[in-house]
């Protein structure tokens, strides 16, 4: 567990078939904080920058966690799956041995935005059956108090459970809202790599200023989590996860623990031994 509390700015990517996102987590800034590999936060109300979208490509050894926050993608996979996630949506798919998916906007104009978590699997899970779990907006609880609304996406917090919950690495995922001049506090367990984001307003995070649009990597001494909004609301997601602690070697869409592994996750994509189903393989879209 990292001791020192840190601030991390966002940088700029372009991902899928052109889109700019602001990455945190998966930068030189911040590599990876286990069992974290990567967090994409977008936003844009211009289709210009969205409307590509991400056509199909693939993804071995970890799960993402995609969650809108405006706006509708459609999601297949060569599992089978066809959704459509809507605003307050989320997906978790565990992508284990291999999948191969599509994520695309459904919309011409209007505001795209939402997150995309990418959790690490261990050794022992990497090459597990590919799984996928779906659910709109009205299946996460909320809890709401004077003070702020809290939105469980994965995970449990103040008695409520989420509809999604990751048995392997214990992450919890909250979308919390804190009214201006509010406040919001619980505690984090000290075994786990804790962050938080903030994407609307401003506030101050156990006395760190945080500043919108970055993520702060909370340090062992920062299990007593307390925010307090500035003279407007402010919103960010908080997400804690057990560290999984082995060797982490990626290349792309391929997280596997050696060489060796990346090695035969590319033999088998570029062979057509990656997924299942072939017919789907020669179809995707």
Wanted: with cysteine.
């Amino acid at each position: 567990m990292l001791k020192q509390t840190r601030i991390v700015p966002a940088m700029e990517i372009t991902e899928g078939a052109g889109v700019s996102v602001n990455r945190t987590i998966g930068t030189p800034a911040l590599r990876n904080f286990d069992p974290f590999l990567m967090l994409d936060h977008f936003g844009s109300d211009d289709p210009d920058e969205y409307i590509a979208g991400f056509p199909s490509h693939p993804h071995r050894g970890f799960c993402t966690f995609t969650y809108m926050l405006d706006g509708y993608v459609e999601h297949k996979d060569s599992m089978g799956n066809t959704g459509k996630l809507e605003p307050g949506g989320a997906q978790l798919m565990k992508a284990g041995s291999g999948v191969i998916h599509s994520e695309m906007p459904m919309q011409e104009n209007g505001l795209m935005r939402g997150f995309q978590l990418w959790i690490n699997l261990p050794a022992a899970n990497k090459m597990d059956k590919p799984g996928y779990q779906e659910f709109d907006s009205g299946a996460f609880p909320v809890v709401e108090t004077q003070d702020h609304i809290v939105r469980i996406l994965i995970g449990n917090f103040a008695d409520h459970a989420a509809p999604i919950i990751d048995d392997i690495t214990g992450v919890s995922y909250l979308d919390v809202q804190v009214k201006a001049g509010r406040s919001f506090q619980t505690s984090l367990p000290e075994s786990n790599n804790s962050f938080a984001y903030l994407f609307e307003g401003s506030g101050q995070l156990n006395s760190h200023h945080l500043p919108i649009n970055s993520l702060i990597r909370l340090g062992s001494e920062d299990t007593s989590f307390n925010f307090i909004a500035g003279d407007e609301a402010a919103r960010f997601i908080l997400v804690s996860g057990k560290p999984i602690g082995e060797a982490i070697v990626q290349y792309g869409p391929f997280v596997m623990n050696t060489r060796e592994e990346i090695d035969q996750a590319m033999s088998d994509y570029q062979s057509n031994n990656f997924v299942r189903d072939r017919a789907w393989i020669k179809n995707k879209s």
